[in-house]
């Protein structure tokens, strides 16, 4: 059993879990403007890889880059040594697969999510035979139930909304989990980030060209027809979160 111990308890530890082609980087990036606060990138991909590689690009990097144990992830960096008061951890939902997550009792537990219409259509263009639980849906849905079964408040962020009004929501995201809002969360830096992943080179070279969150688009790319079967599964999943979403 892995020891679940954090190494300095007075570090406030943010994990936010989100799906796939939503804006988990940028959000991450925002975090990173903060003189407060570490970010750290998908810790648990690579043990997910051990799990589940179809089609993943980058296994090889992503593999040699972090380690698969999940056990020691959870020891070494969730809960470990941090140089920050504050640490913001960026998690896909489904990289929880064979996790286990009595960790998230030590950790402030956020829920980001993107209406799957959206989110399947983008995530078919790298993943085109993706299926359900590629979205991360369902462990979002397990997160909430959990936060609700232990009596807590759980907080889900909604990427249009967040889009829309960015200031507003991340000011009810600090409010939330005891921290004061800082402005500089609203800009950064186009181009790569020391703690990207090794993944990066796949998957963000929209969010590199960025300096901020851009306004919310509507995507109009549709559902490839094979997929629409998984959106039928996604669409419950995601109101379900919706009903707790920041406004």
Not at 94 to 115: F, M, P, Q, S, Y
Request: with cysteine.
């Amino acid at each position: 059993m892995v020891d679940q111990t954090a190494s300095n308890d007075d570090v406030k530890r943010i994990q936010c879990w989100s799906g796939p082609r939503n804006i988990s980087t940028a959000l991450m990036y925002s975090w990173r403007q903060r003189a407060d606060t570490t970010v750290l990138d998908e810790p648990f991909y690579a043990h997910y890889l051990t799990l589940d590689d179809r089609g993943h690009p980058g296994v090889e990097d992503t593999l040699a880059s972090q380690s698969t144990d999940a056990d020691e992830v959870i020891r070494d960096v969730v809960l470990g040594a941090c140089p920050t008061p504050v640490l913001y951890i960026k998690n896909m939902a489904h990289h929880l697969k064979g996790v286990d997550r009595a960790h998230l009792a030590h950790t402030e537990n956020i829920l980001l999510c993107r209406d799957p219409r959206e989110m399947i259509a983008s995530l078919s263009v790298r993943l085109p035979n993706c299926d359900l639980y590629d979205t991360g849906l369902v462990e979002s849905v397990e997160l909430l139930d959990a936060v609700l079964d232990s009596g807590g408040r759980p907080f889900v962020i909604e990427s249009q909304a967040l889009l829309k009004d960015p200031p507003g929501v991340l000011e009810q995201v600090c409010d939330h989990i005891g921290l004061e809002f800082d402005p500089a969360v609203l800009a950064w830096e186009a181009g790569p980030k020391p703690e990207d992943g090794s993944w990066a080179t796949y998957w963000y070279d929209n969010v590199h060209k960025s300096t901020g969150f851009s306004p919310y688009e509507h995507l109009t790319r549709p559902v490839p027809d094979n997929l629409q079967p998984v959106l039928a599964e996604a669409m419950p999943l995601y109101e379900r979160l919706s009903e707790y979403a920041a406004s």
